[in-house]
């Protein structure tokens, strides 16, 4: 089932109503007048709407792609997965042993200090609290935009009571269960929905639950505390990069090391197999991302005198360059192929005077 390249995030609304509304073949109708939805796959788009019941995996899948319109139907009574703070905690643990055997250990994160760096607006104590409970004597979750509501709590009660039913799956550091589980029980979880009504409120940019501490305001790390940085998918979205990276030097320790994970493809949601999941280059259009490339993104850390190891996790097979007539656009026009087919890199940054 295509989906135009063009599908814009207002699309992503009338989606939602289709997914929500009563009458969803209507609003079917509207997707194919804006040609965002062909009139061939009218049949597939009517069994998959038929099929989406609340709780399937296709229910999460739609949610995770209209969760911006859907946030104030999911307080009266959705459900979130932990899967995905989860997933983001293997993949740092993966990033660390491509370059450091040893990183990823709980010996390793005693007597230290992590940070989950744009920790996300959906679940932003879940990887926090993972690392935690795995070791590092206190985890700062920053985020600097505005919380979703009702995600945070539902996701953080989700993925506490499954840290507490299957503390073995959330072991990633060798703790062990008892001490996973004595780390997890040492949270004070206590009023955290009058905290984040705080937060919502502008009255205080921290919650603090003992171990585990979230902040929208990068001043409150102070410098050099940080001997752990990590982030998910969001360098590609960090639009002043230069200014990034000097945050990250200021909060961290002359010995520290981070771990980043970006995903260089183009954003926008569509499925369709004969567009390049590169159509940023054909198009120019970018959604949400910045556009970097990784050789422009690794340049600015390199000038701020970090030490930048790459592993490069994913490419994109060379069939979609191969089969695409139109030229690539002038702003990407002068990087080589193995420039632009970097999919998914993991970077380790340590600072050059350590
Ligand atoms: C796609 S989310 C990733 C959230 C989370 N790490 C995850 O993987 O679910 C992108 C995140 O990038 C961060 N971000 C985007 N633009 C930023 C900017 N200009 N400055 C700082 N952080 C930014 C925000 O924290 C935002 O939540």
């Known amino acids: ?32 007048d804006r040609k965002l939805v062909s009139v061939e796959n009218v049949e597939a788009w009517g069994r998959l709407l038929a099929a989406l019941q609340v709780d399937s995996t296709g229910w999460f899948k739609m ?13 009266s009574g959705g459900y979130i997965s932990e899967k995905s703070p989860y997933d983001i905690v293997g993949n740092y643990k993966a990033a660390a042993l491509g370059f450091d055997a040893n990183f990823f250990s709980h010996a390793n994160f005693s007597g230290k200090t992590a940070l989950d760096f744009g920790a996300g607006v959906y679940r932003p104590f879940c990887v926090a609290v993972m690392l935690f409970a795995n070791g590092f004597d206190r985890v700062y979750s920053f985020e600097p935009f505005a919380l979703k509501p009702d995600f945070p709590l539902a ?5 506490v009571n499954q840290m507490l039913v ?33 937060v919502a409120n502008n009255e205080t940019d921290v919650i603090d639950l003992g171990g585990v501490l979230f902040t929208s305001n990068i001043d409150r790390i102070p410098d050099g505390a940080i001997d752990a ?4 998918a969001v360098l590609e979205h960090v639009q002043d990069m230069a200014r990034h990276s000097s945050i ?53 850390f390199l000038q ?36 632009l087919e970097q999919h998914l890199n993991c970077y380790q940054f340590r600072k050059d005077n350590a």
């Open 166 to 198: 299957q503390p073995e799956r959330f072991d990633f550091s060798g703790i062990g269960e008892d001490a996973l589980l004595q780390r997890v029980r040492s949270l004070d979880l206590r009023h955290i929905d009058r905290s984040l009504a705080a």
């Open 155 to 159: 996701s953080l009660m989700h993925l």
């Open 304 to 339: 701020d005198e970090w030490s930048v190891g790459k592993i490069t996790w994913k490419t994109v097979p060379a069939e979609y360059f191969e089969r695409e007539t139109r030229p690539v656009i002038d702003r990407y026009a002068g990087y080589s192929r193995t420039e």
């Open 229 to 232: 940085h990590f982030s998910n």
């Open 1 to 32: 089932m295509g989906m135009h390249p063009k599908f814009e995030r207002e699309d992503s609304f009338l989606l939602a109503d289709m997914v929500l509304g009563a009458d969803k073949l209507d609003v079917l109708k509207q997707l194919i």
């Open 63 to 75: 949610i995770d792609h209209l969760k911006v319109r859907i946030d104030p139907l999911i307080g």
């Open 248 to 300: 990250l030097r200021r909060v961290t320790s002359a010995t520290s090391v981070g771990y980043h994970i970006v995903d260089f493809l183009d954003h926008r949601y569509y499925d369709d197999n004969n567009l390049s999941p590169f159509e940023k280059y054909y198009d120019g259009v970018l959604d949400e991302i910045n556009g970097l490339t990784p050789s422009d993104l690794e340049r600015v």
